[in-house]
């Protein structure tokens, strides 16, 4: 019997090794396939259950033609700008950037925007509160993370002020990252009272035919007014804390920066909302978004800003935050500025890095001290080594704060910022929102606030961190193979 049994096993074994060799490496990088076929050769029945689970970023195919439909309603009902009258003496390349990314995304370059960075986060809480008391039709809000505390109750308050004007209210938040922050119940009862509409993003709920990769997670911030005013950027609308005991414990408090924008862009926020919107709760307010909104807004140009709304996530054939990335460290003739709190480059990012470095371009780049997820911090730290060998400086924000800001700069002129990291969650699992802008002076902007991060961060040297303890180094390798489990 005994006998049997183990033949049992070992056939099953030897048959997932052999399935898992014709199906795990296909469409998938080498990186990525060999590390899921080391799991399941190592942890056979393991390995194979997880892959299954987790092993594609494929979105169900009712959700998938939900977003070709949404694509096709925005596609047409663009403004139609001259980009070369737009731009002016920006560079040639910009326009092949501005070119990729509405080919990928969708969105096109829009002029005439005002845009305000703001770097403290009660300034971003008081700008978005403001702008909800002035709405007169709608609100659309969604964000990753959506908690009632007493950081966010004045939010909270200012939504119920709207709706009590009858104004419009949708909110949308990530189903799994706002259910497992503490004191949800109280979140949902008083998103409930407040009288908006509100749904999850993302909902996973097999039994309601909701399924799909349990780890996928919509990762923007968006907020439009009446489609006249925008925010996005890396904030959460949570207690700088997130209510995490050890975050606590440690007197961690996250840094952030969100952007406020007038002009056409709001409209391509607002269709963002509206695509996810229609995605979810099947209500079509993509043509309120656009249409009537980039009618108007085309003629009631606001500023001197050209921005371009960037989507990405799985419901994109290509990862169109990447390949936008990729394309401004390629073109890039003077300097780089990266800040991102998670920072795992793929091979493709590693080669772009290590190419503008041989072509003697200064990059600076703005990560943690301190980090909230061990895996990532440890998965990023492997890089370290190989980046300062390129000769990229690193800047380490000095802890108990986590810089969770989220912007590159390229020469000086071009900028992009949103919600998304530069790791490969944010480009291969993550629903990301991330806007392109040209402009010297928004440019400056963020690059002071980059020299103020400067002065809260200490810099790396090679010496300093080849001679960290070796279970560190172990430990850092260990999870850069992690990285590749897309």
């Not at 400056?444 to 180094?473: F, H, M």
């Amino acid at each position: 019997m005994l006998t049997w049994v183990l033949g049992i096993l070992i056939v099953i074994d030897l048959a997932l090794r052999l399935v898992a060799l014709f199906i795990v490496p296909r469409n998938r990088t080498p990186a990525s396939g060999t590390a899921w076929l080391m799991t399941v050769t190592f942890f056979p029945l393991i390995g194979f259950l997880l892959f299954l689970a987790i092993g594609t970023n494929h979105l169900p195919k009712q959700r998938r033609e939900k977003q070709r439909e949404a694509a096709l309603r925005i596609n047409g009902k663009s403004p139609t700008l001259h980009v070369e009258t737009a731009l002016g003496n920006a560079p040639d390349w910009f326009v092949e950037v501005i070119d990729l990314n509405q080919r990928l995304g969708g969105m096109p370059l829009v002029g005439g925007n005002q845009v305000h960075i703001m770097h403290e986060t009660l300034e971003s809480y008081d700008a978005m509160i403001a702008e909800i008391d002035r709405a007169q039709q709608r609100v659309h809000v969604q964000f990753y993370i959506l908690a009632y505390d007493e950081t966010t109750a004045p939010f909270f308050a200012a939504l119920r002020r709207a709706v009590q004007r009858g104004v419009t209210v949708r909110i949308l938040i990530d189903y799994w990252a706002s259910r497992r922050t503490r004191g949800f119940a109280q979140t949902r009862r008083e998103l409930d009272a407040i009288g908006a509409t509100w749904a999850y993003t993302l909902p996973f709920k097999p039994m309601r035919g909701h399924m799909q990769r349990p780890d996928l997670r919509n990762h923007r911030k968006i907020v439009t007014v009446d489609g006249e005013v925008g925010f996005t950027g890396s904030l959460n609308l949570v207690h700088p804390s997130y209510h995490k005991p050890k975050a606590i414990r440690r007197g961690m408090r996250w840094i952030d920066l969100m952007a406020r924008f007038e002009g056409p862009v709001v409209a391509e926020l607002d269709a963002v909302f509206a695509t996810d919107w229609f995605i979810e709760v099947g209500e079509e307010v993509i043509e309120e978004s656009l249409q009537r909104r980039f009618a108007r807004n085309v003629h009631e140009l606001r500023g001197p800003v050209q921005c371009q709304v960037v989507p990405s996530g799985p419901g994109y054939a290509s990862e169109s935050n990447l390949q936008m990335f990729l394309a401004l460290l390629y073109h890039a003739r003077h300097s780089v500025e990266i800040v991102s709190p998670y920072f795992v480059p793929n091979d493709a990012m590693l080669y772009a890095m290590a190419n503008i470095r041989a072509r003697g371009i200064n990059v600076d780049l703005y990560v943690s001290e301190m980090a909230d997820q061990f895996l990532v911090h440890h998965a990023q730290c492997s890089y370290y080594e190989q980046l300062l060998q390129m000769g990229v400086r690193i800047w380490r924000y000095r802890a108990p704060a986590l810089l969770h800001t989220k912007y590159v700069i390229v020469d000086d002129q071009v900028s992009a910022l949103g919600s998304s990291n530069m790791d490969m969650r944010s480009f291969t699992l993550n629903m990301e929102v991330t806007v392109l802008l040209y402009g010297e002076a928004t440019a400056n902007v963020l690059g002071d606030i980059a020299r103020l991060y400067r002065s809260s961060s200490v810099q790396l040297t090679l010496g300093e961190w080849s001679t960290r303890p070796w279970y560190k180094r172990m430990a850092d390798n260990i999870c850069r193979l992690t990285s590749a489990l897309q």
